[in-house]
């Protein structure tokens, strides 16, 4: 069974950067697509950005474009999310994800069942 953890997680000002890693111990990620999920308190969990597990091609959130990217590293063992320019709203738990299977899948929580437990990012001055 997959088990995926974050790491990264802090607290930042706004306009600062964070780089969230998403690893799976003794495991490859390489074939999998994998997202980030974002849930702040109150808010239902959002698709951040997803990456495919072949081509590695990548969709973003509007929120987060032009300040997110996703990657994977050159071992392929994580997936990165560097976020930049960050902003207050961009407080929430963030989490990795995968689908069962290494086909494609569309950035939607809902077609993922492996997930990390999640970090905390907070924004705030």
């Known amino acids: 069974q997959l088990q995926l953890v974050e790491s990264g997680g802090g607290l930042v000002q706004p306009g600062g950067s964070l780089r969230l890693s998403c690893g799976a111990p003794g495991f490859t990620l390489e074939y999998y697509t994998i997202g980030w999920f974002r849930q702040a308190p109150g808010k239902e969990r959002e698709g951040v950005s997803c990456?495919?597990?072949?081509?590695?091609?990548?969709n973003y959130a509007d929120s987060v474009k032009d300040r997110f990217t996703l990657s994977r590293d050159n071992a392929k063992t994580t997936v990165d999310l560097q976020m930049n320019s960050l902003k207050p709203e961009d407080t929430a738990v963030y989490s990795c994800a995968a689908p069962p299977t290494t086909a494609s899948y569309p950035c939607q929580p809902g077609s993922y069942i492996y997930w990390g437990p999640g970090t905390q990012v907070t924004v705030s001055s």
């Open positions: 990456i495919s597990g072949r081509g590695g091609s990548t």
